[in-house]
């Protein structure tokens, strides 16, 4: 492989090529196989159904989550940030002193 590809990359086939068309419709017919025995589309047709019918509540559950795990990402970042110590302590004296603080409790 040429260096200008390995940074480059080859160029996308396009589904009209004729060189692709074979390698395309055997995924694209794979993909579909897959998306059937998998339930793919009935859950996609059920989520599609409940989100029209539901607009208010679908976009408050999808929003709702994501700035749930974002909410939940910085907390996480901050309890870590805070739990840094500037000491060079070692693994043992950190053990000892966890150990004391929970007999002294």
Known sequence: MSWKKLIIGE??????????????????TAG???ARIMGLATLG???????TA???AFLTLVFGVAIS???L???R??????????????AV???????????NR
């Open 69 to 71: 795990i974002f909410a």
């Open 93 to 103: 004296e950190r053990v000892d002193s966890a150990m004391r603080h929970r007999l």
């Open 11 to 28: 160029p996308i086939p396009d589904k009209n090529d004729p060189r692709y068309k074979d390698l395309h419709e055997r995924c694209k």
């Open 45 to 51: 047709e059920f989520i599609h159904r409940h989100a």
């Open 77 to 90: 970042m901050v309890r870590a940030y805070n739990v840094r110590t500037d000491s060079k302590a070692v």
């Open 73 to 75: 990402n910085v907390f």
């Open 32 to 34: 579909e196989k897959f």
């Open 54 to 56: 539901h607009k208010v």
